[in-house]
Nanobody, 123 residues
Framework: QVQLVESGGGLVQAGGSLRLSCVAS????????MGWFHQAPGKEREFVAA????????EYIDTVKGRFTISRDYAKKTVSLQMNSLKPEDTAVYYC????????????????WGQGTQVTVPS
């Protein structure tokens, strides 16, 4: 049984920071691309960031470049998303996802999903 469990969400004022974490279990962590997606109220889920199986390559949606950083810790089987300079438009449920193949930004290509953690940045 594969399980991805997100944590670290909450309410933060604009300009503040949060660090999301996702702990993976039931899989061989090093062979999975890991990603973060988010879904804002009334909108479809969309790609935010991903990190390759080896941890060398990363991709980000344009709106978070320079503000968010994705990283992974193989010993802890954890992927994190450091979110700085948060904006109201970042408000969404953030989902951790895992893919058994190479890095992808496409939601449909991910195999496993967490339940999400809420990030709220009031305007």
């Amino acid at each position: 049984q594969v399980q991805l469990v997100e944590s670290g969400g909450g309410l933060v004022q604009a300009g503040g920071s949060l660090r999301l974490s996702c702990v993976a279990s039931g899989l061989t962590f090093s062979i999975y691309t890991m990603g973060w997606f988010h879904q804002a109220p009334g909108k479809e889920r969309e790609f935010v960031a991903a990190i390759s199986r080896g941890g060398i390559n990363t991709e980000y949606i344009d709106t978070v470049k320079g503000r968010f950083t994705i990283s992974r810790d193989y010993a802890k089987k954890t992927v994190s998303l450091q979110m700085n300079s948060l904006k109201p438009e970042d408000t969404a449920v953030y989902y951790c996802a895992a893919r058994r193949q190479q890095l992808s930004t496409k939601m449909s290509e991910y195999d496993y999903w967490g339940q999400g953690t809420q990030v709220t940045v009031p305007s």
